[in-house]
């Protein structure tokens, strides 16, 4: 079953490097909207273990890709504001350079597996997600990405499967696990499947508001909520408008309901569709999106005083340098070794109650493992 998966990966990704080759690379991007940053509070105000964890994931998003951001935005990012930073490596069990299904499921579970598997181990055996281990002991959770709900990174919080290709069996595991929120594309797979099956009805049977758009949901600001933006991927921005910043800040106001505390991971899918591109224009375009949404993060956590901020990425992706630029006027020039993933370290940062444990270099695992020592959590 296996082998098959893998054949089926590696299909899909033949045909997504194909795509994205007919297209001429964009090497140089200058940005004309620069935005300010929020100042950050001093964190020795900070609890030292925190109620609520937000936990951000830029998919493909090295540190070249932060330095781009950072040099289109005039030198200042919200991600870059943040006090402490380490490093992940993100190898899988089975390969160097890792796929978002294991990258994802390392951080989500805090062991490594295969590439193309979703929360399971070499043998498919399921393993708990920090979603599920912060549900069964009373916090609410949360899911949002820009690409579809069943995507790769979100669903490895959420989902068991062999493989990431298996979107109609993810889109049921979310029936299986009593999330509060989740925002993102991938309608058609709860309402258009193959096993005449209509998971939005079983959604609303479990008591979920379900929304199509997030602007429908504006007066819902408690309960269970489902907003499902797009068939299957959002589009990319400028498009999409301020989806993920405005999906961040909907899902913080409803969480922040629970008494005993959230767990809240939010995906900027769209940095790896730039790196696969070789595109530095949308590279920049989607790292400034989600350091808005990071935003969102942060002006809660400043506040809150019990809220953990963490910031990282499953891998790079585009093997991207820069190669010139100004930042007093916000231009970047790139190059990119690859159409795919590295197998670079990429960066953590974390702003917060309990943010000293993100310090230093570690494996993509112990990211799971800081978070659920930080929450006091049993494994």
Not at 108 to 120: C, I, K, P, S, W
Not at 193 to 209: F, G, M, Q, T, V
Not at 303 to 316: I, M, P, Q, R
Request: proline fraction near 3%; charged fraction near 20%.
């Amino acid at each position: 079953m296996r082998q098959i998966s893998l054949v089926i990966l590696i299909i899909a990704l033949f045909q997504f490097s194909s795509l994205f080759s007919q297209e001429e690379k964009v090497l140089e991007y200058k940005n004309d909207n620069p935005y300010e940053t929020v100042q950050l509070k001093e964190q020795s105000y900070f609890k030292k273990k925190p109620k609520n964890i937000i936990f951000l994931i830029g998919d493909g998003m090295g540190v070249s890709q932060v330095y781009a951001g950072l040099t289109a935005n005039r030198g200042e990012l919200n991600i870059t504001n943040m006090p402490i930073t380490g490093f992940s490596q993100t190898q899988s069990a089975t390969d160097y350079v890792t796929d978002s299904a294991a990258g994802g499921t390392a951080l989500a579970t805090g062991q490594r597996t295969y590439n193309d598997a979703l929360a399971v181990d070499l043998d498919t055996v399921p393993i708990p997600t920090i979603l599920e281990i912060s549900n069964q002991n009373g916090y609410a959770t949360g899911l949002v990405s820009t690409s579809s709900i069943t995507h790769a990174t979100p669903a490895s919080f959420i989902a068991h499967q062999a493989s990431r290709s298996m979107t109609e069996e993810i889109a049921a595991d979310f029936l299986e696990v009593d999330i509060d929120v989740f925002i993102g594309g991938g309608y058609q797979f709860f309402a258009d499947r193959k096993d005449n099956r209509n998971l939005i009805s079983e959604l609303e049977a479990k008591n979920y508001k379900v929304f199509r758009d997030l602007k429908d949901a504006e007066s819902t600001n408690s309960g269970k909520l489902a907003v499902l933006t797009a068939d299957d991927h959002n589009p990319a921005y400028p498009e999409r408008g301020e989806m993920l910043p405005d999906a961040t800040e909907k899902a913080i106001n409803i969480l922040k309901n629970n008494k005993k505390g959230f767990f809240l991971m939010v995906e900027g899918s769209m940095i790896d569709w730039g790196g696969h591109n070789n595109d530095t224009k949308f590279i920049v375009l989607e790292t400034l999106d989600f350091d808005r949404a990071v935003a969102k993060a942060l002006e809660f956590a400043s506040t809150n005083k019990e809220t953990l901020v963490v910031v990282t990425a499953d891998h790079e992706t585009g093997g991207m340098s820069i190669e010139g630029g100004c930042i007093k006027e916000g231009v970047v020039k790139a190059n990119y070794t690859t159409g795919n993933h590295s197998a670079v370290m990429v960066p953590v940062f974390a702003y917060g109650a309990g943010a000293q444990k993100f310090s230093g270099v570690y494996n993509n695992t112990d990211v799971f493992n800081k978070m659920i020592e930080a929450f006091g959590f049993k494994k």
